[in-house]
C-alpha cells in the first residue's frame, strides 16, 4: 500500500483563534493520514479540536500552520473561491440539524449542490432522483422537510451530501438529533456506503456510534492522542477475509 497516495493527507496542522483578548489554540499541530475507502470516527469533548478538524477537512476553514493535501492537491494556501470549488466537488455535508430548505421538496434539496454547476437540468433531476433511491427516499421525492420524519430528513441529507459523487463524506454529528431506532437506521445507511467504496469521516461524541467506524481518531487539546483500528483496510482489501 505504500505506493497509494492518501485521499487526505495533513501535517503539523495548528489553528488558533482569537475570543475577545484570549487566544485559543484549537488545532496543536494535528498530523492525519486517510486513504480512500476508510470509515473514520473522529471522538473529543467539547473543547478538544474535533470540529475545527471536521472545518478545515471540509475546506470551511483554514489552518494558520501546517498543510493538508485532498486529493492530492494542497489546499493550504488556496484561495476562497478555489475552497468552495473544491467543496462543490469533492466534499459532502451530512450535519446533525439537517440543513434542508422548509419551502422546498426533498428532490429540490438534493438537487440545490447541483444549481450553480452548469448541469443541464434534466441531469441534474435524474441525478438528484438517483441519490434520493440510493438512500431508500425514491417515494419520497415530492415531500417537504415538515411531511417527513427524523430519519427521512437525514436521508434527505445524506442524499444531497452524495449527489456529486464526492471524494469524502463529513458528517458532523449525524445521529445528534435522532433517536436510537433511527440513528441505527442511518449507521446502517452510513455502512452500506463505506460498502459501496465510499470515504467518511464523522464527528461524534457518542461511544456506540463512533464504534460503528473502521477506525476511531481520539482528540483531546487539539491534539490526536490515540487512532485505532485498521488505517488503510478497505472492503475490497478484506473480501473474503472474515471480520
Known amino acids: 500500500m505504500s505506493d497509494v497516495k492518501p485521499l487526505i493527507e495533513i501535517r503539523q496542522l495548528e489553528r488558533t483563534y482569537a475570543i475577545g483578548a484570549e487566544k485559543v489554540r484549537a488545532l496543536r499541530g494535528v498530523d492525519l493520514t486517510v486513504h480512500s475507502n476508510e470509515y473514520v470516527a473522529v471522538m473529543g469533548h467539547s473543547g478538544s479540536g474535533k470540529s475545527t478538524l471536521m472545518n478545515v477537512l471540509g475546506c470551511l476553514d483554514r489552518a494558520d500552520r501546517g498543510t493538508y493535501y485532498l486529493n492530492g492537491i ?15 466537488r469533492q466534499i459532502g455535508f451530512v450535519f446533525q440539524s439537517f440543513e434542508l430548505m422548509g419551502r422546498l421538496s426533498a428532490l429540490k434539496n438534493v438537487e440545490l449542490p447541483l444549481i450553480y454547476s452548469n448541469i443541464p437540468f434534466w441531469k441534474r433531476r435524474r441525478m438528484a432522483k438517483d441519490a434520493l433511491v440510493r438512500v431508500g427516499l425514491g417515494g419520497r421525492i415530492g415531500h417537504k422537510p415538515n411531511q417527513l420524519s427524523g430519519g427521512e ?12 459523487q464526492p471524494s469524502l463524506l463529513l458528517a458532523d454529528e449525524p445521529t445528534g438529533n435522532l433517536d436510537t431506532t433511527t440513528s441505527d437506521g442511518i449507521m446502517q445507511l452510513f455502512e452500506q456506503l463505506y460498502e459501496e467504496g465510499q470515504t467518511i469521516i464523522m464527528v461524534t461524541h457518542e461511544a456506540d456510534i463512533a464504534a460503528r467506524a473502521r477506525r476511531v481518531v481520539r482528540m483531546r487539546d487539539g491534539q490526536i492522542v490515540s487512532d ?4 488503510r483496510q478497505t472492503p475490497q482489501q478484506t473480501e473474503g477475509v472474515g471480520r
Do not use: F, W
Not at 430528513?153 to 452524495?162: E, N, P, Y
Not at 485505532?228 to 488505517?231: A, F, Q, R, S, Y
Open 153 to 164: 430528513k437525514q436521508r434527505v441529507a445524506v442524499a444531497r451530501a452524495l449527489v456529486n
Open 228 to 231: 485505532e483500528g485498521p488505517t
Open 74 to 88: 494542497n489546499t493550504t494556501r488556496m484561495s476562497e473561491g478555489q475552497l468552495a470549488h473544491i467543496r462543490n
